[in-house]
């Protein structure tokens, strides 16, 4: 007959956390990747590389729309000879001042 694992079988360090909604779901993923059996194998670890993996995915594809936008507004018909390298350049100075003034306008909040 098999057993049933529990929360605190599969993360050790349950008592850090006063309820199970409240863990990282990455932790817990972790966790169940390096669950040993009583062979010493990992039962689930395939399950857990497959969640992991599954949970880098970006849920929508807006930062690629976004990023489509600012490059047609860099390259346009007026500079449309412009070298990969400074396209990628500016593209990365335009996205990053993006998302640090709208972390800097979060923090004033």
Known sequence: M????TFPDICPHFEEYENVDKVDIVHFW???LHNTDAGGGHP???LALF?????TLPVSNAVVERVFS??????GKQRN???MIMLEA????????????????STKS
Do not use: D, P, Y
Request: include cysteine; proline fraction near 0%.
């Open 70 to 75: 600012f490059m047609n507004a860099i390259k």
């Open 81 to 83: 000879r412009l070298q």
């Open 90 to 105: 500016l593209l990365r100075l335009r996205v990053h001042l993006k998302v640090s003034t709208a972390f800097n306008q």
């Open 44 to 46: 689930f670890e395939a």
């Open 30 to 32: 972790s966790c169940l």
């Open 51 to 55: 969640v992991i993996e599954a949970l």
């Open 2 to 5: 098999l057993g049933t694992l």
